[in-house]
């Protein structure tokens, strides 16, 4: 099974911060990555896949990069409504795995 | 408004079972994967099932393999899972999500969930 990493595990920062959240897979998954962001008792919702590729509807300030095994997500102006967490997927082969989340909270 | 709701969900003891549904609204579900993810009170997210738009192919995390079964019934516009042998680890926040993808010669691949239902609670109690 493909093992994903996520670090840092929480994060601390200010309204108008530039966050960047890495997710390291244990063995290569091309750029079959996707980003998600969940908020407390809702649903997770899609903001990246294949790695780099913005979902319909998320804001521009979201963006993604890397391939292989070492993928970033970067908030480049952190909104309060940005305050949530954060979770890398592989979507390379079966079972699909997900990181363990990065909490991102108000400094 | 596209969406999934799920239901089924509640309490039930270790040994029992449990049929999760989720039906869709207002999108062409036979064209998407279906896919079912929990996420335990404070834990992450974890995958649990797949199933392919024809029902051709399934995959199981090794954590329910042999005690759950996912299907599909396309004329419905419904997903389900049936739960056996349920476990207190079972316990979790169910979740329906589509998958979305493109064809290429090597056939679909699934690159995102795209649409996820509001998650309905299982809790496996005595």
């Known amino acids: 099974d493909i093992q994903l990493t996520q670090s840092p595990s929480f994060l601390s920062a200010s309204v108008g911060d530039r966050v960047t959240i890495t997710c390291r897979a244990s063995q290569g998954i091309s750029s079959y990555l996707a980003w998600y962001q ?6 997770p919702k899609v903001l990246i896949f294949e790695a780099s590729t913005l979902q319909s509807g998320v804001p521009s300030r979201f963006s993604g990069s890397g391939s292989g095994t070492e993928f970033t997500l970067t908030i480049s102006s952190l909104q309060p409504e940005d305050f949530a967490t954060y979770y890398c997927q592989q979507l390379n082969s079966y079972p699909r795995t997900f990181g ?7 400094k | 408004e ?18 999760l549904s989720c039906e869709d609204s207002g999108f062409s579900f036979s064209s998407y994967s279906m896919n079912w993810v929990r996420q335990a009170p404070g834990k992450g997210l974890e995958w649990v099932s797949y199933i392919s738009s024809s029902s051709i192919y399934i995959y199981y ?6 005690r759950f079964t996912i299907s599909r019934d396309n004329a419905r516009n ?6 056996n042998s349920l476990r207190a680890e079972d316990t979790a926040v169910y979740y329906c999500a589509r998958g979305k993808g493109y064809y290429d010669s090597s ?7 795209d649409l996820w239902g509001q998650g309905t609670l299982v809790t496996v109690s005595s």
Do not use: W, Y
Request: hydrophobic share 30%; glycine share 18%; charged share 20%.
């Open chain 2, 78 to 83: 419904s997903v389900s899972l049936q739960m």
């Open chain 2, 107 to 113: 056939g679909f691949h699934e690159d995102c969930f």
């Open chain 1, 38 to 43: 969940q908020k407390p008792g809702k649903a």
């Open chain 1, 100 to 106: 363990p989340g990065t909490k991102v909270d108000v």
């Open chain 2, 2 to 19: 596209v969406q999934l709701v799920e239901s089924g969900g509640g309490l039930v003891k270790p040994g029992g079972s449990l049929r």
């Open chain 2, 61 to 66: 995390a090794d954590s329910v393999k042999g």
